[in-house]
């Protein structure tokens, strides 16, 4: 009864490691507190990495590549928009972006199996040149 039921899978982790990494930078109020999640983090995705045998190859390298960028040009978009700069972001970019890391978060998941993300939405027609050349 005391153990966790929903642990965050493999995925899920490298995204919030992304994440914790462009706050590292870009909030340095924080530094030190977002330096500690990311030792946290990395601690975790290698025990998930060891416990599963897991064997990262380049298709995965590459969708952690692909979520990093999606998540910092989310992150610019919409800080941005916060700031009231109005050109050059677009929020229906962002939320296309947000279906490419979806999908790369569940390219990385396959190393391990479990739990995906089904929700992958389209880019517009406007934004084809965003679409990333997986190999299927």
């Known amino acids: ?5 929903y642990l965050p899978t493999l995925s899920e982790l490298v995204d919030r490691l992304s994440i914790a990494q462009l706050k590292e930078v870009f909030i340095t109020d924080h530094k ?3 330096a500690s999640e990311i030792s946290d983090i990395v601690h975790d995705i290698n025990l998930v990495l060891k416990e599963n ?6 298709d995965v390298i590459r969708a952690i590549v692909v979520l990093s960028q999606m998540n910092l040009h989310i992150w610019h978009n919409e800080s941005n928009y916060r700031k009231g700069i109005k050109d050059g972001n677009n929020l229906e970019l962002t939320h296309g972006l947000n279906g490419i890391r979806n999908t790369a978060k569940n ?5 391990v199996g479990g739990r995906k993300d089904y929700k992958i ?7 084809k040149d965003w679409e990333i050349s997986w190999d299927e």
């Open 1 to 5: 009864m005391n153990q966790r039921k």
């Open 32 to 34: 030190s507190e977002y």
């Open 53 to 58: 045998k897991a064997e990262v190859d380049g």
């Open 107 to 111: 390219k990385i998941q396959e190393i």
């Open 121 to 127: 939405d389209c880019l517009a027609a406007e934004f």
